[in-house]
Each structure stands twice: as structure tokens, then as C-alpha cells.
């Protein structure tokens, strides 16, 4: 699948630096002190889990950015359907790059595929309907832009990457304010002062404050924690003049009672903070 924008090589280069300094930082001496400089071998990665796979492209870009000089053959593309016993990707070359950029590997490919495989289940809730299922800013410091991707792989649509490209006036900058009137005034005129080009979004607790957002011509909705009677009549009050999203303590079991309401958008924390590892491995091809 295509890279969303955020997954530039100049990211990935920089995560991979920052991750690869802390840890190997002086060396990797468990590799350095028992392994020959020449010797060149190979080593599977093996999933031990059915899953939806994802991280694979990360992994090569992993391997060849330590040691240009590495070979990886991909048997399993991002997004694919993996199940116990296939073999994702071989990896040949230096014995020594192989080892000291497998914990690496594995440690984004665990994460990212079991984000991936439950963004898939989550998303499959919602076939059929117009409701797009959104990830959020809940997401592990420094590791954002693989557990971002992990929900695209897993067919997800991702929401802002963070604070700097879309504003989203939540309840602490309403109470902060005043009221949500005067917020988005001030962000309007903010925007056009920077000559910026970002979407509003305001966070609602209850309809009077649905209706406060309406007139304030923002461009989505957020109906936070509100029951679906509420919710329906929200969008019926909206009735299509912006986007809305339901959020807040989302589950799996919601999803299509939510997506009924005729929401433009479901953001769940859950795809990537409460999201299990898949168990991986990469074993020497003996």
C-alpha cells in the first residue's frame, strides 16, 4: 500500500537513528564479541500468530538503512492476511547487522501488526455504512508514526497526526475561554492571521453545545460521550451542514448501533493504545 504523507523517508530515518542509539548506543557487544565480521547469513521472519500483518516495508527500510548491503526477499505484504507458520520476509547478508537490527524489527513489527489486525476487525463492524472509522492522538511518544501507519495498513483513516495540522478545540480550551463561541472566533481569526490552512473541529458534551458549534460554522463536530439517542439527534441537528465524530469510550460491540446515527466518523483510542503484540520471531535459516 501506498506510505501516508507523515511516513517520509526523512522520519523514518530519524526514528530508526534515535531507536538504534538507544539501543546499541557503544555497541552491540553480545554481536561484536562472538560473531565474525564476514560471516554472512540468513534469517526468516516467522509468525506464530494469525494476524494482519504490518511493519514489513519498515523492516526493510530497518535492515538496508543499518547495512545497505542486506537482501530482503517479502513473501507477505502490509495489510495482508498472515497465519501461524508463514514466513514474511528472508533477510540475508551480515550475520552481524541481521542480529543487532532484529529486536528492532520485531518489536515495530509486533506492535504495528496487532494495531493493524485489530483496526481491521474494528473496521469490518462498519461495512456497509458511510461511517469512517478514525484513530487519535493516543499513541506511545516517539513511536506515533508507526502505530499511525499500523492503523492505515489495518484500513483505518487516520485523524490529525498532531497538534500542528488541524485545530480541535477540546473542553479544557472551551472552559478556558468561556465559551465555544469565543474559541472559534479566536481560532478563525488566529487561522487567517497565519494565513494558515487548518480545519476546526470543537468538542460537544451535550446538544445546547451542539447547537453553539453550528452556529459557529466549524467544520466538524465532536459529540464526546454521548449516548446514541443523543447522538441521533446531533447529526439531525447538524443535518449534514459539517463532518461529525463520535468519540469517547468507543468498543467494538457500538460500532454499528454508532455508524446507524449516520456519523460521518468513530475515533477510538483503543486501535492503538489497548492493541495486543502479535508474536513474531526472526530465526536463523539453518
Partial sequence: MKRPAYVTDKALKQFIKNALEEDIHDGDHST????????????????????ILAGVELAEFIFK???????????????????????????????????STERLILNCMQRMSGIATLTHDWDSRLIGTKTKLLDTRKT???????????????????????LYDMIMLKDNHIDYNGSITNAVKMAKEYVKKNKKKLKIEVETRNLEEVQEAINAKVDRIMLDNMDVKTMKKAIKMINGSCESEASGGITRDQLKEIASTGVTFISAGAL?????????SLKAVK
Fill in 272 to 280: 492503538t493504545h489497548s492493541a495486543e503484540n502479535i508474536d513474531l
Fill in 65 to 99: 538503512t543499518f547495512d545497505k548491503n542486506l537482501n530482503v526477499e517479502i513473501f507477505i505484504k502490509d495489510g495482508s492476511a498472515a497465519k501461524v507458520g508463514d514466513v514474511a520476509l528472508i533477510v540475508k547478508g551480515s550475520a552481524r547487522s541481521i542480529l
Fill in 32 to 51: 561484536l564479541s562472538t560473531i565474525p565480521k564476514d560471516l554472512e547469513q540468513s534469517a526468516k521472519l516467522l509468525v506464530k500468530q494469525n494476524c
Fill in 140 to 162: 506511545t511518544p516517539n513511536f506515533r508514526i508507526c502505530e499511525k501507519w499500523a492503523v492505515a495498513i489495518g484500513g483505518g483513516t487516520n485523524h490529525r497526526y498532531g
